[in-house]
């Protein structure tokens, strides 16, 4: 069982920053982690992934030169630099651990997450 907890979000104006973490457990047992976000009324969408342990990163089209994740194994962390944020941006976005086999390389499918944080609400204002 990994657990995840999301921080970081807040409410920012249009063209600012945030700087989102996601504090595991363990990440040993995972092979990726990834980010998705929900605004309300619409369907969760994937944001980002990053490969437990190698270098390989994928980025949702809305959101690349824009965001960038990263991770510290050593802290057990996973980080989602957000810049030049936009009104669209506005979502609960939560963090999410794979581990065992996949069948999505990029790692923005959610239906082949295992565990899920709580999430942390990001509010962008024009």
């Known amino acids: 069982q990994v657990q995840l907890v999301e921080s970081g979000g807040g409410s920012v104006q249009a063209g600012g920053s945030l700087r989102l973490s996601c504090l595991a457990s363990?990440?040993?047992?995972?092979?990726?982690m990834g980010w998705f976000r929900q605004a309300p009324g619409k369907e969760r969408e994937a944001v980002a992934s990053i490969y437990t342990f190698d270098v390989s990163t994928f980025y949702a089209d809305s959101v690349k030169g824009r965001f960038i994740i990263s991770k510290d194994i050593a802290k057990n962390t996973v980080y989602l630099q957000m810049n030049s944020l936009k009104p669209g941006d506005t979502a609960m976005y939560y963090c999410?651990?794979?581990?065992?086999?996949?069948?999505?390389?990029?790692?923005?499918?959610?239906?082949?997450?295992?565990?899920w944080g709580r999430g942390t609400q990001v509010t962008v204002s024009s």
């Open positions: 363990d990440l040993s047992s995972t092979n990726c």
């Open positions: 999410a651990a794979r581990e065992g086999g996949y069948s999505d390389y990029e790692g923005l499918s959610s239906e082949e997450y295992n565990y």
